[in-house]
């Protein structure tokens, strides 16, 4: 399963640990026999490692970051009037910046590529993605939560650690003195401290009961090199050991290598829609429970196979929310399934996909 998801709170020490698992990563491709351990220098290192490394033969490494990708912290600032007016005009959005990371993993991603995507990572539906791309190149998907252990005053410490490191670097330290130094030291960009807050606030947590955030690995802060080298082993197990899992491309995720014909996209909208506009007229006035819709849309006979069952979630759901989810699967499926397929063929596969699409989508909110 060669994507793996860091996650964890701001400043929990996300960084820290993937680069000590990518130099482990990277030993033990180099080697293919025993992985050196982290080294302690590697806990306080500032420096990015190379972002590849490819010196085994069935395996190549990749690191990507907001750090690798160049993406500022400001990215994450609540209010858009608070970016730096060169920020603002490039519209580098938390949303965009999150594009551009989605295109990076995108561009390496494959059976034999082990990409370490180290950042908060902490949408849920964000790395829900990652596991449908995972899953569409034919490979598997691993997170690994980095925690600071006993709740998070480490980790805003940190925070406010770098806040005054960077005032001082300033030289507006109280009393107005101008302070010297630390010219040369690669300076470790905080958080303004209500981002901070609010960022600890949405994460949600991984749930290793669900597929996308399975199978699940945690490291915390005191893990010693011999606890760390342990999560290590079993990432690597999991990764690229005989047990490995390899995602299989389902029909939610239908191929996309074809060229698409002009029928087929105006087929995607048709059949989407009609699904869209059936569950919400067939939903219950309570919401949730199951509703059968039509493998075919054939509107002169649709009792007949109406085998299709979509699973609601707990409250009645809306048209918004279907538009959302109908948009996103389109967007995911645009690439096509091949001429030879446009048709009714195309319409009954397309229905099936989008209604696991749903199921998943639903699954996934409750
Ligand atoms: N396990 C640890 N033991 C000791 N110090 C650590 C540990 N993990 C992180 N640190 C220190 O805490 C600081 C923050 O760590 P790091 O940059 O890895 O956090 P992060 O979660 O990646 O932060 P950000 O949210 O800014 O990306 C660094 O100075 C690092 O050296």
């Not at 490039?90 to 295109?103: G, I, T």
């Not at 300033?170 to 010219?183: A, I």
Request: net charge negative; aromatic share 6%; with cysteine.
């Amino acid at each position: 399963m060669p994507l793996i998801i860091i996650t964890g709170l701001p400043t929990s020490g996300k960084t820290t640990r993937a680069r000590q698992l990518h130099s482990y990563l990277s030993s033990r491709l180099t080697s293919n026999t025993t992985p050196s351990s982290p080294s302690p220098s590697s806990t306080s290192s500032t420096t990015d490692p190379p972002t590849t490394a490819n010196n085994n033969p069935n395996y190549r490494l990749h690191l990507i970051s907001d750090t690798t990708l160049s993406i500022p912290r400001t990215v994450y600032d609540l209010d858009p009037a608070n970016l730096p007016a060169h920020v603002r005009s490039a519209n580098a959005s938390e949303k965009d910046a999150r594009a551009a990371l989605y295109a990076a993993v995108k561009r390496v991603l494959s059976p034999r590529d082990i990409v370490v995507l180290d950042g908060l990572n902490y949408i849920k539906g964000w790395r829900y993605q990652l596991f449908c791309e995972a899953k569409n190149v034919g490979t598997g998907c691993c997170v690994v939560q980095v925690g600071t252990g006993g709740g998070v005053e480490r980790a805003r410490g940190v925070n406010l650690g770098r806040l005054e490191k960077r005032r001082r670097k300033q030289g507006v330290v109280e009393g107005g003195v101008e302070k010297e130094g630390g010219e040369d030291e690669e300076e470790e960009e905080p958080y303004e401290p209500s981002n901070w807050e609010n960022l600890v606030f949405r994460y949600e947590e991984p749930n290793p009961m669900t597929r996308w955030d399975s199978p699940l690995f945690t490291l915390v802060w005191d893990d010693d090199e011999a606890q760390a080298r342990q999560v290590f082993d079993q990432i690597w197990e999991a990764v690229a050991g005989a047990g490995r899992k390899v995602l299989r491309p389902n029909q939610s995720t239908v191929q996309r290598d074809k060229d698409p014909g002009g029928d087929y996209l105006y087929v995607l909208e048709r059949e989407t829609q009609d699904i869209v506009k059936k569950i919400l007229e067939r939903q219950s006035d309570e919401g949730g429970g199951e509703v059968g819709l039509p493998r075919v849309n054939n509107p002169g006979d649709e009792k007949a196979d109406e085998d299709l069952v979509v699973e609601l979630p707990g409250k009645k759901v809306g048209l918004p929310q279907l538009q959302r989810y109908r948009r996103a699967f389109v967007a995911l499926n645009r690439g096509g399934i091949g001429l030879e397929a446009v048709g009714s063929l195309a319409a009954k596969r397309l229905r099936e996909a989008f209604v696991r699409y749903l199921n998943d989508a639903f699954e996934k909110d409750d």
